[in-house]
């Protein structure tokens, strides 16, 4: 549970949500991570970034104990996942990219499983169905692929867990309604809650997230706040690439350079974060070396 010490300090020191140390998993003979060294702080909302394969969605089981690392140590919230101890299973839920959908009304089986989770809110539960155009008495097995996602998602909201992961939620989702869950997770961020979301569409996540976790092959090529970047790096749109550019990519409206140094103004405007994908996992090196350098200092 949560402990006292944990509680003071938090406005002093952020609270480390998901520690995961020399992290090595293997599927079916094939190497996915060896020796993944990862943190994830509390409160914040991480837009977990990485083409087809990369290891997401493993790692998101991970996390959730729904595997067992082959080696290392994984710890959220002071638990070891794949304990699955009740207090750790009360405050994390997993919506994955794809599930069987029960054939039960959706607010019965928000009902029926919501009971196992201390912070269900079943009125919230209808408020998130209304707002996505979800009847709470349609069938679940008998609504379309986009609406049965919507009423997952919805009932992963009402259970307010500390931990809540999804796996592609933008995947089936049409364009107001992707706009209406930014909004409901806008909303349903705390201080004291963290979410991961898994994505390789980086556009669905640009303006939800406020950290940036980059895999590749099983690597950890970035990790950092929106903050923090913003204090490290500025985008630059010109006629050709810059000579100081960490990286340059070519784009309708011109040659976007990511260039080093403050000097793009963040608060009114958004990093380009497809732009910055591509930098980590181009295998450039450049920008990825210089922004773990200064991390480091």
């Not at 750790?88 to 839920?93: A, Q």
């Not at 269900?120 to 539960?125: F, K, Q």
């Not at 089936?172 to 004291?192: A, H, M, Q, T, V």
Request: charged fraction near 25%.
């Amino acid at each position: 549970g949560r402990n006292v010490p944990r509680r003071e300090t938090r406005h002093l020191i952020p609270y480390i949500m998901i520690q995961i140390d020399e992290l090595r998993f293997s599927y079916r003979g094939r190497r996915v991570y060896d020796g993944l060294d990862l943190e994830l702080k509390e409160g914040a909302v991480y837009g977990l970034l990485g083409r087809n394969g990369a290891g997401k969605t493993t790692l998101m089981k991970l996390i959730a104990g729904l595997l067992r690392c082959g080696g290392g140590r994984i710890m959220v919230d002071g638990k070891v996942p794949f304990d699955r101890r009740p207090e750790f299973l009360d405050n994390v839920y997993f919506v994955p990219e794809s599930f069987n959908a029960p054939g039960m009304p959706v607010i019965e089986f928000a009902g029926s499983y919501g009971m196992f989770y201390s912070n269900y809110d079943g009125d919230a539960m209808l408020d998130y169905l209304k707002a996505f155009e979800v009847e709470p008495d349609a069938v679940f097995r008998r609504l379309s692929a986009g609406q049965k996602k919507k009423a997952m998602l919805s009932f992963a909201l009402s259970l307010n867990t500390r931990l809540l992961l999804l796996d592609e939620p933008g995947n089936g989702l049409d364009i107001p309604s992707k706009l209406c869950f930014r909004r409901l997770l806008s909303e349903y961020i705390r201080p004291d809650r963290t979410v991961v979301l898994s994505t390789h569409q980086v556009r669905d996540v640009e303006d939800i997230v406020s950290h940036i976790t980059v895999i590749d092959s099983g690597r950890l090529m970035l990790n950092c706040s929106l903050m923090e970047l913003g204090t490290r790096i500025s985008f630059i749109t010109a006629g050709s690439v810059l000579p100081e550019a960490l990286f340059s990519e070519r784009t309708a409206a011109g040659v976007i350079n990511i260039v080093p140094g403050a000097g793009h103004n963040w608060d009114n405007s958004v990093p380009d974060l497809e732009v910055l994908f591509d930098a980590c996992i181009s295998g450039n090196g450049r920008l990825t070396d210089y922004l773990n350098r200064q991390q480091s200092r």
